[in-house]
Structure formats: structure tokens, C-alpha cells
């Protein structure tokens, strides 16, 4: 569609609902940790880093899709593995100043995936500097090969505190909600197209479960 129909302020509306799906109604996340450049060594003559160092991981909201698992048989038998896609809002990735790069690494869940292939995007109304949502691929990574601790809900086979993902805060443009800084970021809110939602982020919490059966949705201010 050409750009005399496609202007600034539907490309902020595309993103804003993009942002708005993945932020305020899936609520997926996965945690980044990209390399730091400056604590890497990288070797003279190849231009590699064998032993690369990682920055704290970062939190990015993201829509997640399993791929079938893959067995492998060894040595020592049969290990499944698994492939993800995460798409993430591609503005999203630039308010936070956040570049992912193939290489890198990323959690969901238990497990700790590599980035086998760079991030691809997909183009608004074939506005090549317009991007919706980038997908970016990860393989399992092998055993020993990456470290951590581990980030976000687990399973509901665990006992320990935060296996099981209880709250859900909203963001909707807000620049703090009940669990801190969220960085979120609607052009259109920013502009002065729309106003600021008038009852702020909303959450499914204990606060919304006043029988104490589990989570639900809490609209109260």
C-alpha cells in the first residue's frame, strides 16, 4: 500500500497495537543475554572470542512458538532438543536500545537456547524502514555450553518460589507499573494522538481473587 495512504501516525498505530498484543495480552517474555564486547577477549589473528563473557540478562517481551523436538542419539542414548521462535516487537527493540545478534544467548523457561540465525523482520506496507516484528530462532543449547541462573516461571512440577507465574501486570504506555520500570513506549500516547489511558496498567493477581482459589483479574484502583 503506498505512503500517501500509509503515514507516520498508522505506522505508530501498527506498532502500538503490536506492542499492545505482546505487552498488555500474551505476556511471554524470554531473557537476553547478549555478550559484552568489552569483557570478551577476542583472539589477534582469528577475531574470535573463545571464552565469551555475557552482561546481565535482559527482559523482552515476546510471543514464543515451539518447534517440534529433535532426538539425538549418542553414546550415551537418546537427548531431546528443541528449536523456538520468539517475535518480538521490533520498536520495541530500539526504545530500549537493545540490539540481538546470532550468537547470542536467551532462556525460556528451564532451558537455554542459542541464536542460530539473525533476527529476521518483517516490513509495514512494504515501508522498508518500518519493521513490525523481528523472529529471532534459537536452538537448545548443549549441556555445560551455557550457564546461569535461571530467569522467569519454570514448571508447576517445582516448589520453589516463582516456578509459577501468579501476577500479570499490564504496561499500556506506562512509564512505571506494580512492578517497576517497564521502558514501554506508545507513539501515539507520546505524540498527543491518544490520551493516557485513563485506569492505568490492569493485572491478573491474588488482589482479584478474593476467595483465595488462584490469580484472576484485578481491575480495581
Known amino acids: 500500500m503506498g505512503r500517501f495512504f500509509i503515514t507516520p501516525r498508522e505506522i505508530n498505530f501498527i506498532n502500538d497495537i503490536a506492542k499492545e498484543i505482546v505487552k498488555d495480552v500474551i505476556g511471554q517474555k524470554i531473557y537476553y543475554f547478549p555478550i559484552s564486547e568489552i569483557k570478551s577477549k577476542v583472539h589477534d589473528v582469528y577475531e574470535e572470542s573463545p571464552d565469551k563473557v555475557f552482561e546481565n540478562p535482559i527482559e523482552i517481551d515476546c510471543l514464543v512458538k515451539y518447534q517440534p523436538q529433535e532426538i539425538r542419539t549418542g553414546r550415551f542414548g537418546s537427548e531431546e532438543y528443541y528449536t523456538i521462535e520468539a517475535y518480538v516487537q521490533s520498536r520495541d527493540l530500539l526504545d530500549k536500545g537493545v ?102 496498567p490492569k493485572e491478573v493477581s491474588a488482589k482479584g481473587d478474593p476467595q483465595n482459589v488462584g490469580s484472576a483479574f484485578y481491575d480495581e484502583d
Open 99 to 200: 540490539e540481538v545478534l546470532e550468537g547470542d544467548f536467551f532462556s525460556y523457561g528451564t532451558t537455554f537456547f542459542e541464536i542460530i540465525k539473525g533476527p529476521a523482520s518483517d516490513v509495514i506496507f512494504g515501508q522498508i524502514e518500518h519493521k513490525t516484528y523481528i523472529t529471532i530462532t534459537g536452538k537448545q543449547s548443549r549441556k555445560g555450553q551455557f550457564i546461569s541462573k535461571i530467569f522467569g516461571p519454570t514448571s508447576e512440577e517445582y516448589t520453589d518460589s516463582g516456578a509459577v507465574q501468579e501476577t500479570f501486570v499490564q504496561q499500556r504506555g506506562a512509564e512505571t507499573n506494580s512492578e517497576g520500570t517497564t521502558g514501554d513506549v506508545r507513539d501515539l500516547q507520546k505524540n498527543g494522538v491518544l490520551d493516557t489511558p485513563i485506569t492505568g
